[in-house]
């Protein structure tokens, strides 16, 4: 059977009605494809080295280590008395992974009923600290293990934590224990955001424990995808997710992951679960990252969730 992105070349997105029928088509038949699993764990430890890579770490950026900003040109950060003492000693996950859930932020996880699903994988990676309020909860779940966090929510939402850490330290009681992993050394402007978000928690003794992205993590994965007909000046948050959890974990399954504009049943769908602020239109391409991740689906490599749950 000819499928779209045969159909189409990549650079030649197929409207969002052919994809609605595309996903209608394959229905809810998946098979776990272990070779393919293997295959990309291979492929992704070899290009960018997660275990040892994703977070910035003491083993990986000793004092005097140059850390290149991943989303700027020529700037870079030098590690010193200062950052150091920051950073985690190593990779503190317990691995590998067994099933893991990365939930992006798409308006089709509304009335999915999801939550239970999502509530029952071992490892649960969400996508810039997501409302997990309880109108949400029986879409999107409530546990979490990891949670990006991206600079500029600091700023917006925050006050750039200059007088309103205590709301910060509150509204973060949510993750629990999880990581928040943040791209402190992505754009310069983000790092010292990052870095008083990390002194609010640690003040505060916040059961949450600060990772920083290791900018040379995010470029080697930019690559990767770039090479795969993913062009966008930067992969969004939740293709960084996946790329992670599929070099980290033994199953994946992706939800919330559907930037169109339509549900399955043609029905309008909001680009976030809880809001329908649009990203800037050029900043990333998510509609090329939903062909390869449901690429991946196909194959067997990871299992994306469209829709409702069972
Ligand atoms: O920071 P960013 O704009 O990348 O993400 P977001 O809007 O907070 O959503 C988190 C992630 O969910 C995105 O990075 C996408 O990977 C995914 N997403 C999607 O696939 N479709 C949408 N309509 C919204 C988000």
């Known amino acids: 059977v000819l499928c779209w992105f045969y159909v189409f070349p990549v650079y ?9 029928e595309e996903v209608l088509r394959q229905g ?49 950060h030098t590690v ?31 009335h999915s009923k999801c939550g239970k699903d999502i509530d029952q994988a071992d490892f649960i990676m969400r996508c810039n600290l997501p409302p997990l309020s309880k109108e949400y909860v029986e879409d999107v779940g409530t546990r979490t293990h990891l949670v990006t966090a991206n600079p500029s929510i600091i700023e917006k939402r925050f006050q750039n934590l200059l007088w309103s850490r205590k709301a910060f330290v509150d509204s973060m009681k949510v993750y629990g224990s999880s ?13 010292d955001p990052s870095l008083r978000a990390y002194y609010a928690l640690a003040d505060t ?26 062009h966008a000046k930067r992969l969004s948050t939740g293709l960084f997710l996946v790329s992670l959890a599929l070099g980290l974990c033994e199953e994946v399954t992706a939800y919330g992951f559907w930037p169109f504009s339509v549900d399955l049943d043609e029905q ?36 994306m969730r469209v829709g409702h749950c069972p």
Not at 84 to 100: A, E, M, T
Not at 270 to 294: C, G, R, T
């Open 179 to 191: 990581y928040i992993y943040m791209p402190a050394f992505s754009m310069k402007p983000g790092t």
């Open 28 to 76: 809810d038949v998946w098979h776990k494809n272990q070779t393919g699993i293997d295959w990309y764990r291979k492929l992704l430890t070899d290009c960018c080295d997660p275990r040892r890579m994703f977070a910035v770490t003491k083993e990986n950026s000793p004092m005097g280590k140059v850390l290149w900003y991943d989303g700027e040109f020529y700037h870079s």
């Open 268 to 303: 309008p769908v909001s680009h976030h679960y809880y809001d329908n602020i649009l990203p800037y239109k050029w900043f990333h391409a998510m509609p090329e990252e939903f062909v390869q991740l449901w690429h991946l689906h196909k194959s067997g490599t990871l299992r």
């Open 80 to 110: 010193n008395n200062e950052t150091y003492p920051l950073f985690v000693q190593d990779n503190p996950l317990h691995l590998p992974l067994k099933k893991c859930a990365v939930v992006g932020n798409s308006g089709i996880l509304r």
């Open 12 to 20: 030649r997105l197929p409207r969002d009605k052919d994809i609605v």
């Open 205 to 230: 003794s916040s059961n949450l424990t600060m990772l920083f992205a290791n900018p040379e993590f995010l470029a080697t994965v930019g690559k990767f995808w770039k090479a795969r007909g993913v």
